[in-house]
């Protein structure tokens, strides 16, 4: 088990940029997978990106692509959300995840640590 809290969200106008991060406990940061997953109001949680444990390769849904950038840095035990171009219907509540799964994971389901969440809200 990791402890997660996420900071950097806020009010941007649309076309601004945010960066999130989450910050995690303990000295096996490394040995997990790490995921963001987004949160509307009325709206189901959403996969948005993750990256793996080991060679960090990185995953992102078609929506974010060439947008947003996940990374991590395993000796601040920290991931980043860099959120370049935002728009209005990216407002929602952030959320990071660890995942102790072989394979990076698309589902919530497969993340068992989640951090509290950061509000991003997008104004048009």
């Given at each position: 088990?990791?402890?997660?809290?996420?900071?950097g969200?806020?009010?941007?106008?649309?076309?601004?940029?945010?960066?999130?991060?989450?910050a995690?406990?303990g000295?096996?940061f490394?040995?997990?997978?790490?995921?963001?997953?987004?949160?509307?109001?009325?709206?189901?949680?959403?996969?948005?990106?993750?990256?793996?444990?080991?060679?960090?390769?990185?995953?992102?849904?078609k929506?974010?692509?060439?947008?947003?950038?996940?990374?991590r840095?395993?000796?601040?035990?920290?991931?980043?959300?860099?959120?370049?171009?935002?728009?209005?219907?990216?407002t929602?509540?952030?959320?990071?995840?660890?995942?102790?799964?072989?394979?990076?994971?698309?589902?919530?389901?497969?993340?068992?640590?989640w951090g509290?969440?950061?509000?991003?809200?997008?104004?048009?």
């Amino acid at each position: 088990q990791v402890q997660l809290v996420e900071s950097g969200g806020g009010l941007v106008q649309a076309g601004g940029s945010l960066r999130l991060s989450c910050a995690a406990s303990g000295r096996t940061f490394s040995s997990y997978h790490m995921g963001w997953f987004r949160q509307a109001p009325g709206k189901e949680r959403e996969f948005v990106a993750a990256i793996s444990r080991s060679v960090g390769s990185t995953f992102y849904t078609k929506s974010v692509k060439g947008r947003f950038t996940i990374s991590r840095d395993n000796a601040k035990n920290t991931v980043y959300l860099q959120m370049n171009s935002l728009k209005p219907e990216d407002t929602a509540v952030y959320y990071c995840a660890a995942g102790p799964t072989v394979r990076v994971g698309l589902s919530h389901r497969e993340y068992t640590d989640w951090g509290q969440g950061t509000q991003v809200t997008v104004s048009s």
